[in-house]
T-cell receptor
Framework: EAGVAQSPRYKIIEKRQSVAFWCNPI?????LYWYQQILGQGPKLLIQFQNNGVVDDSQLPKDRFSAERLKGVDSTLKIQPAKLEDSAVYLCASLGLTGLVTEAFFGQGTRLTVV | AQTVTQSQPEMSVQEAETVTLSCTYD???????LFWYKQPPSRQMILVIRQEAYKQQNATENRFSVNFQKAAKSFSLKISDSQLGDTAMYFC??????????????FGTGTRLKVLA
């Protein structure tokens, strides 16, 4: 089966500009996560969707970050305006079954550099 | 709230030797899952091994095995016969079932492992 697709792979923007990331999860996966991974740190959950509904966005900086999953499949994450501290890798993951165990499948991430 | 702690920011091991990466977690749940992920420079998160909390037997996948101590809330990863390709960041992760019917996934801060030739 195809994996989780993310684009773009890299993005460089100036501070105060806006940027959007796209994620296409594995077909049939209802749960989708967006994580922010700052260099040298572990992934931090930004937002979790179940189909097209938000389950957890408690760590999403809502003054500048937004995300949507309108049809319960693809998702976009937007930052507007970007700050220097937003430089990170943004990982998308979807949840599915491997055998009898539920586990997350990850995309390759988008590396954002804000200058 | 659940937390996952990896106390070793960096480790190194000689090729063909054995290394153990530590992970502790905090939860009041009795049913959950634990994972070890490998993240090479390509940034792709690769599942190494998983453990269901209700299982007493430690999971093993080829050269990788875990020591799961539920009472101590400890979940260490042992890599035997280390290979150069094992060089990567390793993340411990915790997953539990939410009351809403979804799953919460939390990661530790990671351990950078370098295998030396």
């Amino acid at each position: 089966e195809a994996g989780v697709a993310q684009s773009p792979r890299y993005k460089i923007i100036e501070k105060r500009q806006s940027v959007a990331f796209w994620c296409n999860p594995i077909s049939g996966h209802a749960t989708l996560y967006w994580y922010q991974q700052i260099l040298g740190q572990g992934p931090k959950l930004l937002i979790q969707f179940q189909n097209n509904g938000v389950v957890d966005d408690s760590q999403l900086p809502k003054d500048r970050f937004s995300a949507e999953r309108l049809k319960g499949v693809d998702s976009t994450l937007k930052i507007q305006p970007a700050k220097l501290e937003d430089s990170a890798v943004y990982l998308c993951a979807s949840l599915g079954l491997t055998g009898l165990v539920t586990e997350a499948f990850f995309g390759q991430g988008t590396r954002l550099t804000v200058v | 709230a659940q937390t996952v702690t990896q106390s070793q920011p960096e480790m190194s091991v000689q090729e063909a030797e054995t290394v153990t990466l530590s992970c502790t977690y905090d939860t009041s749940e009795s049913n959950y899952y634990l994972f070890w992920y490998k993240q090479p420079p390509s940034r792709q998160m690769i599942l190494v091994i998983r453990q269901e909390a209700y299982k007493q037997q430690n999971a093993t996948e080829n050269r990788f095995s875990v020591n799961f101590q539920k009472a101590a809330k400890s979940f260490s990863l042992k890599i035997s016969d280390s290979q150069l390709g094992d060089t990567a960041m390793y993340f411990c992760a915790f997953m539990k079932h939410r009351s809403s019917g979804t799953y919460k996934y939390i990661f530790g801060t990671g351990t950078r492992l370098k295998v030396l030739a």
